[in-house]
Every structure is written in C-alpha cells, then in structure tokens.
C-alpha cells in the first residue's frame, strides 16, 4: 500500500512554496490589514450579517449599515421576530435585497430548529437555507476558527495567479480546482486559518485587483506564477500604485462567484 498523499499534494507549486507563501501572506496581514469592525468580533451572527452584506457591495458602504442592521436587529432572535417589510426596510439602499429576504428566513429556521444558535462546521452551515461554499467557509473561519477554506472573486484571483495562472474561475471545472488549491494550503491550526483567509481577501482587495496588479508591494511575489511570468510587463512600483490610486473607490467590493 503506497503512503497517504501530503494533504498539499494539490498545491501545483509544492508543499515548501505553500507554506512561504502562507507565511509572507499572514506577515502583511499583520502589518497592513484594514482595520473593520467585523474583524474585531466572533459573534457569528454578526459576521454572518457582514459577509451578507459584502457580497456585490463595498466595504466603505457596508460600515454604516453593518453597525445600523444590528443596532436594530442585535440577535437572530430579533430578525425572526420581525416581519420581513421591517428587515427589507432596515436594508433599504444596501441593494440586493434577496440578501436581506434570505436572511430573514435563515433567521426564522435557525431560531425554529437550533435556537438561534448558528452551527460552526462548514457542512452544516451549507445545510441552511441561503448559505453558500463561500459564506460557510467564512462563518466556520471568522466566527468559530474552524480551519476552513473559502473563495470568493478576490480569492478566486489571488490563488489562480499565484498557483494556476491558466486556471479560468468562470468555468466551474477549473473553480472546483481553485476550492482544491484553497483547501490544501488552510493553515494546521483554525486561528492561523482566520489570519490567512482574511489576508487573502484583503490582498484581493487592495494589491492583486481585478483592474491591477500591485507585483511591486506585493508579499507573495516570490511564490507567484503570474509573476513570474509578467515580470517587467506588469504595472509595478510607481506606475501600480499611481493606478491603484485612481483605482481607489472599487476597493473592497466583494463579489462571489456563484451561488454563495
Ligand atoms: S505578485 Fe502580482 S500577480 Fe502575483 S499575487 Fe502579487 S499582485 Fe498578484
């Protein structure tokens, strides 16, 4: 019988590169992550509500909303009690209200069937109605520190450049392959796993953009394909950050790529 397979097996650059780059990604995060307020708790149903709110909407809008929706739901209890005019209502300009219907019923089966009380696993987070790969695998990580895994646009585009640079997010095939390379490079323990995941949206969010590339203030050019491939072509240095600059006002949209 061969040996069980190294559980990075399907990282295309190999187990030692994962880890460099595990490391440099949760160092920068260290140093330069934004300072949100969903950051600062465990709550689940707090985050819950804030990833909610991230999906197709930028980070600046969702503050205000954030601190308002749970000034005047502050529990799930509280939105299942509601009527759903009275959650659409507390949502209104936020958009995307089947976020806010959706939570709603999501609120009023936990409460039914759980107490209120939001699983931790991402298996039994996908099980509820309204929840994704993509925000299960959050609320495993951000509230519980379960070493789960997530993709969203930005980390979608952060793995495909850095490991798999012919991979195309958009064909599910290949996004199956992106989930694979995200779940082989979680870190072994659930509080590094909440570093590295929050570190990869934010350097979606901020370096490695849809629009640009940062390679010149980027933490993880030395473990990156693309990189490697563009050196000297892509924008770097002055001229990214000039870009970035004007770029300014699409940071931290997150969007998701299906059905999360
Ligand atoms: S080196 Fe460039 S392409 Fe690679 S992850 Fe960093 S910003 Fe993205």
Known sequence: MGSRPSRRASVPTGEA???????KLRAWYRRHA?????RRT???????????MLQQTQVSRVIDYWHAFLGRFPTLHHVAEAHEHEVLAEWS???YYARARNLHRLARHVVRERDGALPSTPAELRALPGIGAYTAGAVASFAF????????TNVARVLGRVFAPDLDPKR????????????AIVPRTGKAAWVQNQALMELGALVCTARVRRCGA???RASCRTYARTAGTAP???????????????RGKRSLIRGS
């Open 93 to 95: 300009g936020l958009g």
């Open 172 to 183: 599910p095939r290949d996004l199956k392959r992106l989930w694979t390379i995200a779940e």
């Open 42 to 52: 465990r709550d689940a149903y707090r985050i819950l509500v804030s990833e909610l």
């Open 17 to 23: 590169a994962a880890r460099r780059f595990g490391a």
């Open 34 to 38: 934004r300072d949100l307020p969903w």
């Open 218 to 220: 980027c933490p993880v």
């Open 236 to 250: 770097s240095g002055r001229a990214a950050q000039r870009r970035s600059e004007s770029l300014e006002p699409k």
């Open 145 to 152: 520190e379960r070493r789960a895994a997530l993709v969203d």
